[in-house]
T-cell receptor, first 112, second 113 residues
Framework: GNSVTQMEGPVTLSEEAFLTINCTYTATGYPSLFWYVQYPGEGLQLLLKATKADDKGSNKGFEATYRKETTSFHLEKGSVQVSDSAVYFCALDANTGNQFYFGTGTSLTVIP | GAGVSQSPSNKVTEKGKDVELRCDPISGHTALYWYRQSLGQGLEFLIYFQGNSAPDKSGLPSDRFSAERTGGSVSTLTIQRTQQEDSAVYLC???????????FGSGTRLTIV
């Protein structure tokens, strides 16, 4: 089956710290992988994506590399800002045309 | 429109009443999805529409839940005889092609009292 396992939160970091949020997946076939971000009081927004092995998705200083050998898609940012405080969701599209599979979300709080 | 529009943004209703939630997807997006986000939980898939095909209803939690999509555009999610466990944020998303990801609406926060 298809599933996403995401690092438990909440995560609290000081401004300018390095961020890693772990995400591993189980999938049949060749999925596409996504990170979504949900800022307080808002809907989910696509942050970045990767559609095949070894692709690196990047946006707003965040990066994630699709690692087929370790079935992972960890989210990283070199220097977080207070404005990065949000809930981050890892998601998988099994390319079967229907639902995405989401992780449970990781809450990040960045303190000045 | 420019984004996925959901209404109402907040809904408080008494247990046992029926509710309707509306989603207006991005124009031209053939795929439309409903998810539910409960407090402290991840996103739970409810239903998926693709063009004129029969919807994938495999995520609907009970027969109290139903959804329709008229004219391949606007969708309505209906919950009959609401229960307190139905309290959640209901999210709608649309996509022209799932490889590019979804665009989500801001959600409807449903509270059953």
């Amino acid at each position: 089956g298809n599933s996403v396992t995401q690092m438990e939160g909440p995560v609290t970091l000081s401004e300018e710290a390095f961020l890693t949020i772990n995400c591993t997946y189980t999938a049949t076939g060749y999925p596409s992988l996504f990170w979504y971000v949900q800022y307080p009081g808002e809907g989910l927004q696509l942050l970045l994506k990767a559609t095949k092995a070894d692709d690196k998705g990047s946006n707003k200083g965040f990066e994630a590399t699709y690692r087929k050998e370790t079935t992972s898609f960890h989210l990283e940012k070199g220097s977080v800002q207070v404005s990065d405080s949000a809930v981050y969701f890892c998601a998988l599209d099994a390319n079967t045309g229907n639902q995405f599979y989401f992780g449970t979300g990781t809450s990040l709080t960045v303190i000045p | 429109g420019a984004g996925v529009s959901q209404s109402p943004s907040n809904k408080v209703t008494e247990k046992g009443k029926d509710v309707e939630l509306r989603c207006d997807p991005i124009s031209g997006h053939t795929a439309l999805y409903w998810y539910r986000q409960s407090l402290g939980q991840g996103l739970e898939f409810l239903i998926y529409f693709q063009g004129n095909s029969a919807p994938d209803k495999s995520g609907l939690p009970s027969d109290r839940f139903s959804a329709e999509r008229t004219g391949g555009s606007v969708s309505t999610l209906t919950i009959q005889r609401t229960q307190q466990e139905d309290s959640a944020v209901y999210l709608c998303a649309s996509s022209p092609d799932s490889r590019w990801g979804y665009t989500f609406g801001s959600g409807t926060r449903l509270t059953i009292v």
